[in-house]
Nanobody, 121 residues
Framework: QVQLVESGGGLVQTGGSLRLSCAAS????????MGWFRQAPGKEREFVAA????????DYADSVKGRFTISRDNAKNTVYLQMNSLKPEDTAVYYC??????????????WGQGTQVTVSS
């Protein structure tokens, strides 16, 4: 059974940093791309970042480019999201997800329970 468990969320001031982790089990982690998404109150879930199975290719939403960095450690079955220069608009529940499919036809089929990130102004 695939399980994704996020951690590392919390309360931080504007301009601060947080590092989210997503520990995966029940899958051959190194075979899959992974993604981070977020959902703010009253808003739809949105894409934040993704990383290929090897870690060689990454993709970011325009709103986080230059501030967030996605990475992975296949030996630890973990994907990370380093978030710097945080803004109040980054406040959301952050989810990691497993990516499947081919480029241009990606789908995300397993999701974690989410971790809350709150950025105070």
């Amino acid at each position: 059974q695939v399980q994704l468990v996020e951690s590392g969320g919390g309360l931080v001031q504007t301009g601060g940093s947080l590092r989210l982790s997503c520990a995966a089990s029940g899958l051959t982690f190194s075979r899959y791309g992974m993604g981070w998404f977020r959902q703010a109150p009253g808003k739809e879930r949105e894409f934040v970042a993704a990383i290929s199975w090897s870690g060689m290719t990454t993709d970011y939403a325009d709103s986080v480019k230059g501030r967030f960095t996605i990475s992975r450690d296949n030996a630890k079955n973990t994907v990370y999201l380093q978030m710097n220069s945080l803004k109040p608009e980054d406040t959301a529940v952050y989810y990691c997800a497993r990516r499947t499919g081919l480029q241009g036809q990606y789908e995300y089929d397993y999701w974690g329970q989410g971790t809350q990130v709150t950025v105070s102004s």
